[in-house]
């Protein structure tokens, strides 16, 4: 299985992709995920990605589509793949068709979290709080001000993805506003329609 979740910042598309790694043994490939590793790790990478990130803009496509590439060769990615925050611009969505195309494989669907802005500020805030009370690092982009850069970034650079698959007929829409469990089962559902049609 090949997957795309698309949907604004604190849509859930890690919290998803997370559950359906454990149910189809397949991994997540997070960009977010990567980037913040190779902060992490101070490699060029990450040097070059660090003030982008915490400012809330979008990492250069070239970066980006650079490490996707990479991690689509490893071997546990031969079987499929969840990707996780990526493409994020349309641009990463023509090198993603390459990249699959360059090794004989498709995409099965893209499934969009619908989720209301006004909902998406209080996730992050929340998940903010929450790592704080854990004595946990808190993400420098999980901040009102941030987040309202995020979601701007968005709605310029990604939200035209959603035309994109659309007119490839590869689009389903998902409520993401619904319980972290209710958006799971309609996720399930939308894969066991698609795995009944091929
Ligand atoms: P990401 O790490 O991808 O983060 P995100 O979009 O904010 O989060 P996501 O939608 O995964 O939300 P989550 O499940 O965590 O990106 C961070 C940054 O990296 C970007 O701003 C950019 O700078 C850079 N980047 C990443 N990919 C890039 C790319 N392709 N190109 C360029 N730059 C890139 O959920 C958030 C919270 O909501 C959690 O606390 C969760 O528990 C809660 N939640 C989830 N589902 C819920 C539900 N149904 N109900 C209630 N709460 C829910």
Known sequence: MRLILLGPPGAGKGTQA??????????QLSTGDMLRAAVAAQTEV????????DAGELVSDEIVNAI?????????AAKGFILDGYPRTLAQADAVE???RDRGVGLDAVVELVVDDKALVGRILKRAEEAKAAGQPVRK??????FDERLREYYKK??????????????VGVDGMASIDEVTQAIDQVLARIANTV
């Open 18 to 27: 997370q559950r359906l790694v454990e149910k189809h043994g397949i991994p």
């Open 46 to 53: 990450g040097k070059r990605a660090k003030a982008v990130m």
């Open 68 to 76: 996707v590439a990479e991690r689509f060769d490893q071997p546990d």
């Open 98 to 100: 390459v990249m699959l």
């Open 141 to 146: 982009d999980d901040n009102a001000e941030v």
């Open 158 to 171: 990604t939200a035209p993805l959603i035309g994109y698959y659309h007119a490839k007929g590869k689009l």
